[in-house]
C-alpha cells in the first residue's frame, strides 16, 4: 500500500486544490486504507463549500462548473472588491502555454460584448484565468424564452464582441450558444476565447497546424472547421449564424441553406438573408467579416407585416422554394377563412424536407410531401409544390418545373421568377445557383441531371473574371462529383472543361476508376 | 511588551513621557518594522519578495480581528523567520502567507489562555461540526485530546502549521485525522466482530424455519459471496461506496472531493450496488451449488437489507 497522504495533501484535498495525478493516487490510496478513506469522509461531510481557497489572490467562493478542459469559480478579487469568475484549466502544458497567450492578448481587449478578461497567470502549476462574472444566463436558456427581433438583435451584440478579437487575430473557434452570456443588464457577452484547445494545440495564426486536431463544437463548426482546413475568424461567423438560425427555427439548418429554406422554418420576420449568407459552405461566400454581418443583422429591414406571415395565419398561398426542400410561405391576397393546420405541425413537415435535404434524399422528400398532404386542403398548394420539389432532388428537372408552374397557376398566383428559388435545377443565368448546386451534392444521378444546365450556364460568353471562376468552380464541382462515383471519363471531361474556362488547370481530387 | 506602568493601576497623573510611550506602544509595529525585524532573522540568500503586502494585510487582520493580541515584536517576527525559511519555493508560495493565521497559532501556543481562546473561538464551527460526525464518542473528550495535542507539550502540534495555507483548512485535517484515530482505537477496544453479526442478521433473520446448520452454511456463503463481489468492484466504485455508505456523504460531497461531476458519482454508485447485488447472488449461488431459485427468500432479503448492512462490512 502506498504511503498515506501527507498534511498538504489533504489540505489540498479540502481547498479542491489538488493536482490530477495527485488526486489519482490519493484514489488508489483510499481504497486500501480504511484511516484514511474515513479521514477524507468526514473533512468531505464538514464541507459546506466553504473551505477557503485562494488562486493568486482571489478567493474562491463556489464552483460554477466545470468542462473538460477545466473547472470554473466564483471568486471573490479582495484587491478590487470584486466578484470575478476563475477559470483553472487542468494539467497539459501546452495547453496551458497557449491559453496564457490568449488570455494576455484577451486581457488587452475591452469591449462591451466581450467578457473581460481581468488577469491570467499561473499558480501552483495551474493556469488561471480571472474575468468579469456575469450575473445572468447563457444565451441558450436565455433565447428559449426570447422573441425573435430581442434574439437577433442580441446575437448582434455578439457578433461585434467577436469582430472586437478578431480585429486582434483571434478567432474564438467554439462559438456556441453555451459560450455567449447575457447579463441581466442585457448586455451580451461572448465568453471562452481560446478555453477550447486541442492536444496539438493550433498554430499562432488563424491556421490549423497540417495535422491540428479539430477543435470545436462539431455542432456548431464551420465546414471548413470540421473538415480539419483552415479555421479564419470566418469559421466563427458561419458558427455564430448556425446557432442564431437554431435559435430562431428549433433546428440547425444545414450549411449553404438558402432564405426561403430558413424563413420556410419560423414563423418570425427575421434577417434571413444575412445568416444565410453567414451560413455559406464557401467561407469566402460569407460577409466579409463579422462587423458586416453584425451590421446586417441589425439593419435589416423588417419585413412589412402582411409579406411573411406566420404560419397559423388565415390562409396561405405559397411560392416555391425550392431551396432544398424548403419554402417561403408568404401571404396572398387577403383571403377566405378556411382550417387551417397548426404551425406545429407545418413545422415538423418542414423539418422533415429539411432532413431530406441534408441527405439527399428524394424518398424523405416524398415522405415529407405525403405528410403535408395529410394536413388537409389549405396546405395542398404547398404540398403539390414541393412534390416539384422533390421531382427536382431526384434529378426530374423538367417535370419539377412543370409541377411548380401548375401548382402556381392553379392558386392564381403569378409565376414570379423572383420567388422561385429553384437551388435543385438551375435557371439560366444564376451561375451562383449551378455553382452552390454542384457544390452541395455529391449524388451521382443529380449530378447527372444538372450537368447539360450547368454546363450551358457556364459556357457563355462573359468578360467577368470572378463568374469565369465560379463558371469554372461549378464545372470542376461536377467533376468531382463524377469522380467520387469512380466515373473517372464523365469527372475529367468535367475538369478539362473546367481548366477551359479558367485558362489554367483547376485543382481536382484524385478519381479511382472502380 | 507594555511597560509595567501600563499594566498597573496607578495613582496619579501621567506624564507627558510617558504618555508619549504608551502612544508609541498602542500604535503597534508596522508592517515595515516587522518586515525589517523579520529580514534581519533570516538566512543570507533568502529573497521574500512580496512579503510587505502580505505584512501589510495579515497586521490590519490581526488588529481588526483581536483587538487585545499582545504586541507583536520580536519573538512572533523569529517564529515568522523560521517559517518563511523553511519554504522550498518561497516565490510561489509568498501569496499564500497568511500572517494573521500564523499568529494565531503562535499566540495559542505561547501559553497564553487567551490565544488558545481566541483559537477555539475562530474556528468553533467547523470544530463543532466535525465533533458532531463522532456521535459515537464524548464530544468532551474529543475537544480535550485535540486541545492537548496541538497546545500542550514542549513541541506543540500547532506549530507545525507552516503559515503558508489558510490554518482553518489545516486545523480541519488535523482535528478529522485525530478524531478518526480515536475512533479508530475506540472500536479496536471494543472488539465484538459487529460485521459478522450484521452479517448473520441478513442472512438468517429470526423465523427462519431452516435449521441451525443450513442457517450457518448460507450465513458463511453470504458472508463469502458479498466479501467477493466487494473485492470484485473496482477501486473508485469501492471508493465512492464507502463514502456513501459508511461516511454518509451526499453525491455532491463526493464529487467535490474528487472533482468529478455529480452524475459521474450517480452513475458509479449506481454501478456499484448493481454489481454488488448480482455479485452476491451469484456468488452464494455457486457456492451453496444450488439453483438461483431456491435462494429467493434469502435473495429478497439481500435486496431490502443490503443498505443497512452495507455500512459495517464495507468498514474493512
Redesign the interface.
Known amino acids: 500500500m502506498t504511503a498515506c497522504p501527507d498534511?498538504?495533501a489533504?489540505?489540498a484535498?479540502?481547498?479542491?486544490a489538488?493536482d490530477?495525478a495527485a488526486?489519482a493516487s490519493l484514489?488508489?490510496h483510499?481504497?486500501g486504507c480504511?484511516?484514511c478513506?474515513?479521514?477524507?469522509?468526514?473533512?468531505?461531510?464538514?464541507?459546506d463549500?466553504d473551505?477557503?481557497?485562494?488562486v493568486?489572490?482571489y478567493r474562491l467562493e463556489r464552483?460554477l462548473g466545470?468542462g473538460g478542459m477545466g473547472?470554473v469559480w466564483r471568486a471573490w478579487d479582495p484587491m478590487l472588491e470584486r466578484p470575478v469568475a476563475i477559470k483553472l484549466l487542468r494539467g497539459e502544458h501546452g495547453s496551458g502555454a497557449r491559453l496564457l497567450r490568449e488570455g494576455r492578448a484577451l486581457a488587452k481587449l475591452a469591449h462591451p460584448n466581450v467578457i473581460a478578461v481581468h488577469d491570467v497567470g499561473e499558480?501552483?502549476g495551474e493556469v488561471f484565468v480571472a474575468t468579469e462574472l456575469v450575473e445572468g444566463e447563457p444565451m441558450h436558456k436565455w433565447q428559449a424564452e426570447r422573441d425573435a427581433g430581442s434574439i437577433v438583435r442580441a446575437y448582434a451584440q455578439a457578433a461585434r464582441g467577436l469582430a472586437a478579437a478578431h480585429a486582434l487575430g483571434l478567432v474564438h473557434r467554439d462559438v456556441k450558444p453555451s459560450n455567449i452570456f447575457v447579463g441581466k443588464d442585457g448586455r451580451v457577452r461572448v465568453g471562452d476565447f481560446g478555453l477550447v484547445v486541442g492536444d496539438s494545440s493550433a498554430a499562432t495564426d488563424d491556421t490549423m497546424t497540417a495535422s491540428g486536431a479539430v477543435v470545436g463544437t462539431p455542432a456548431y463548426m464551420a465546414p471548413e472547421q470540421r473538415e480539419g482546413r483552415a479555421t479564419t475568424a470566418r469559421s466563427d461567423q458561419f458558427s455564430l449564424c448556425l446557432a442564431l438560425a437554431e435559435a430562431l427555427i428549433g433546428a440547425r439548418p444545414p450549411a449553404d441553406a438558402s432564405v426561403a429554406m430558413l424563413a420556410a422554418g419560423s414563423a418570425a420576420a427575421a434577417p434571413w438573408s444575412a445568416i444565410a449568407r453567414g451560413l455559406a459552405r464557401d467561407p469566402n461566400a460569407r460577409f466579409a467579416d463579422m462587423t458586416a454581418l453584425a451590421d446586417a443583422l441589425e439593419g435589416a429591414p423588417r419585413a412589412p407585416r402582411g409579406r411573411v406571415l406566420a404560419i397559423g395565419g388565415a390562409l396561405v398561398a405559397l411560392v416555391v422554394a425550392g431551396a432544398i426542400g424548403g419554402w417561403a410561405i408568404l401571404s396572398h391576397g387577403t383571403g377566405r377563412a378556411q382550417t387551417v393546420p397548426s404551425a406545429h405541425d407545418v413545422g415538423t413537415a418542414v423539418r422533415a424536407s429539411i432532413a431530406a435535404a441534408e441527405a439527399h434524399d428524394p424518398d424523405a422528400c416524398f415522405a415529407a410531401v405525403d405528410q403535408l398532404d395529410a394536413l388537409g386542403e389549405s396546405i395542398a398548394p404547398t404540398a403539390a409544390m414541393q412534390r416539384g420539389v422533390c421531382e427536382m432532388m431526384a434529378g426530374r428537372c423538367d417535370d419539377g418545373r412543370a409541377r411548380i408552374e401548375d401548382a402556381l397557376d392553379a392558386m392564381g398566383a403569378a409565376r414570379d421568377a423572383s420567388f422561385q428559388v429553384k437551388m435543385w435545377c438551375p435557371i439560366d443565368g444564376d451561375l451562383d445557383r449551378a455553382w452552390t448546386q454542384a457544390v452541395a451534392h455529391e449524388n451521382v444521378a443529380y449530378c447527372a441531371a444538372i450537368e447539360a444546365d450547368v454546363r450551358r450556364v457556364a459556357t457563355r460568353p462573359t468578360t467577368s473574371n470572378l463568374d469565369r471562376e465560379r463558371a469554372a468552380q461549378a464545372v470542376g464541382n461536377l467533376g468531382r462529383c463524377y469522380a467520387l462515383a469512380h466515373r473517372c471519363d464523365d469527372a475529367n471531361r468535367n475538369w478539362t472543361l473546367a481548366a477551359q474556362i479558367r485558362g489554367a488547370e483547376i485543382g481536382h481530387i484524385s478519381c479511382a476508376p472502380r | 511588551m507594555l511597560p509595567l506602568a501600563v499594566a498597573l493601576p496607578r495613582r496619579g497623573a501621567w506624564k507627558p513621557r510617558e504618555v508619549a510611550w504608551i502612544a508609541w506602544h498602542h500604535r503597534g509595529v508596522t508592517a515595515g518594522e516587522l518586515g525589517a525585524l523579520v529580514l534581519a532573522k533570516l538566512p543570507a540568500g533568502v529573497r521574500a519578495a512580496g512579503l510587505d503586502d502580505r505584512l501589510e494585510a495579515g497586521l490590519t487582520a490581526i488588529r481588526s480581528k483581536w483587538p487585545d493580541a499582545p504586541a507583536i515584536g520580536d519573538a512572533f517576527a523569529l517564529y515568522l523567520a523560521d517559517r518563511i525559511a523553511a519554504q522550498a519555493d518561497l516565490a510561489?508560495a509568498m501569496?499564500?502567507l497568511r500572517v494573521d493565521d500564523l499568529f494565531l497559532a503562535w499566540w495559542a501556543s505561547s501559553g497564553d489562555a487567551r490565544g488558545v481562546a481566541a483559537f477555539e473561538a475562530a474556528f468553533a464551527e467547523?470544530l463543532r461540526?466535525?465533533v458532531t460526525?463522532?456521535h459515537r464518542l464524548p464530544a468532551d473528550e474529543l475537544r480535550q485530546r485535540l486541545r492537548i495535542k496541538l497546545f500542550v507539550g514542549d513541541a506543540p502540534h500547532v506549530q507545525?502549521y507552516s503559515g503558508f495555507?489558510?490554518l482553518?483548512?489545516?486545523l480541519?485535517?488535523?482535528a478529522?485525522?485525530a478524531?478518526?484515530?480515536v475512533?479508530?482505537s475506540d472500536a479496536a477496544k471494543r472488539e465484538d466482530d459487529l460485521d459478522d453479526r450484521d452479517l448473520i442478521g441478513l442472512a438468517a433473520p429470526a423465523g427462519d424455519p431452516r435449521d441451525a446448520h443450513g442457517r450457518a452454511e448460507i450465513n458463511d456463503a453470504v458472508k463469502r459471496a458479498f466479501g467477493g463481489a466487494v473485492a470484485a468492484l473496482a477501486?473508485?466504485e469501492?471508493?465512492f461506496l464507502?463514502?456513501a455508505m459508511?461516511?454518509?456523504?451526499t453525491l455532491d460531497?463526493?464529487a467535490?472531493?474528487?472533482?468529478v461531476?455529480r452524475a459521474t458519482v450517480a452513475r458509479t454508485l449506481a454501478a456499484a450496488r448493481e454489481k454488488l447485488l448480482s455479485g452476491t447472488r451469484a456468488g452464494v449461488v455457486a457456492i451453496l451449488g444450488i439453483a438461483p431459485d431456491e435462494l429467493a427468500s434469502a435473495i429478497q432479503m439481500l435486496d431490502s437489507r443490503l443498505e443497512l448492512s452495507l455500512s459495517r462490512v464495507l468498514?474493512?
Open positions: 498534511d498538504d489533504l489540505i484535498l479540502v481547498e479542491h489538488l490530477p488526486l484514489e488508489g483510499v481504497d480504511a484511516r478513506r474515513a479521514t477524507i469522509g468526514h473533512l468531505a461531510a464538514i464541507d463549500g473551505a477557503p481557497r485562494t493568486g489572490r464552483l466545470e473547472v499558480y501552483d | 510561489n501569496p499564500r467547523d461540526k466535525l460526525r463522532f507545525s495555507g489558510f482553518q483548512n489545516w480541519k485535517v488535523t478529522a485525522r478524531f478518526v484515530d475512533a479508530r477501486p473508485r469501492r471508493t464507502r463514502h459508511v461516511d454518509q456523504l460531497q463526493i467535490a472531493t474528487y472533482q461531476h468498514r474493512e
